[in-house]
């Protein structure tokens, strides 16, 4: 599936996982370029999972040797992303008690001098990172999966949220594009690749009008909200009646409290 978009001619892939970096990456680094090349991508952001998220880096390592470890995913990547002559830029997905977060726009000097960013609550990971430059994107804010006990919306403690992830059945990004577009939040779309087998497959992804030139290029636009769009099909966008959600629903307040909500108090039924 080679996707396209009219008007819209710069095609990047904004959350995937490498088999080095993150325990359930399928694919070695270096193993995705010539794929995305081959379906028409400019590029890629590496975003493995960190610290208390599902990573493949020894926890018991020194803070500085954990970020270097961890780090290899996105740097082999890189290498080979040069040498293809496709651009490969870092990011990281956080875990904040299951929540998972996109971030993006520092680097791993940055995280070597902040470790802090590891424990900190989700309203002060959005402060750290906002002051840093960087750019906070909620990941699958409506999934549901056995081991999450109950889902949590914080659209203000980030910049974006994905609206769209290949992870999820439909029903979910369904909710999660309308939660999105009815409080005027800014929408992102990744397939969240574990396997190279499945990029041909991704039915979704981000598109600018403009190439990225690095990473805190991307960072600007999407924190600009212009000039890219996030392609989400049809199905993802659409709640039909059946459509419900299996687990208890919070909505986050500024003071980062959570507020027991159903779908109707979030006009998704």
């Known amino acids: 599936?080679?996707?396209?978009?009219?008007?819209?001619?710069?095609?990047?892939?904004?959350?995937?996982?490498?088999?080095?970096?993150?325990?359930?990456?399928?694919?070695?680094?270096?193993?995705?370029?010539?794929?995305?090349?081959?379906?028409?991508?400019?590029?890629?952001?590496?975003?493995?999972?960190?610290?208390?998220?599902?990573?493949?880096?020894?926890?018991?390592?020194?803070?500085?040797?954990?970020?270097?470890?961890?780090?290899?995913?996105?740097?082999?990547?890189?290498?080979?992303?040069?040498r293809q002559g496709l651009k490969v830029f870092f990011g990281w997905e956080a875990n904040r008690l299951v929540d998972e977060y996109l971030i993006y726009g520092l680097d791993k000097a940055w995280l070597k001098a902040h470790p802090e960013v590891k424990d900190c609550p989700h309203d002060e990971l959005f402060r750290i990172i906002d002051e840093a430059g960087g750019l906070v994107v909620g990941a699958h804010p409506f999934r549901e999966r056995p081991y999450i006990q109950k889902v949590n919306l914080h659209p203000l403690q980030c910049h974006a949220m994905e609206a769209c992830n290949f992870g999820n059945p439909p029903y979910q990004d369904a909710f999660a594009y309308n939660f999105l577009k009815d409080r005027n939040i800014i929408m992102t779309a990744g397939s969240d690749i574990h396997d190279v087998k499945n990029v041909a497959l991704t039915p979704m992804a981000m598109f600018f009008k403009e190439p990225i030139n690095d990473i805190s290029d991307y960072v600007k636009r999407v924190k600009s909200g212009e000039g890219f769009k996030a392609l989400i099909p049809e199905d993802r966008k659409i709640i039909t009646p059946e459509m419900t959600n299996m687990l208890p629903l919070f909505l986050y307040d500024k003071r980062n409290i959570g507020h027991p909500v159903e779908l109707t108090d979030l006009g998704l039924k």
């Open 1 to 82: 599936m080679s996707l396209t978009l009219e008007g819209y001619p710069y095609k990047y892939e904004v959350h995937m996982h490498t088999a080095e970096s993150s325990k359930c990456g399928r694919t070695h680094a270096a193993d995705y370029i010539a794929e995305y090349k081959a379906q028409g991508y400019d590029g890629i952001i590496i975003t493995d999972h960190f610290f208390y998220g599902n990573t493949a880096v020894d926890r018991n390592l020194p803070w500085e040797d954990f970020v270097e470890e961890f780090c290899k995913g996105y740097e082999l990547a890189k290498a080979e992303g040069d």
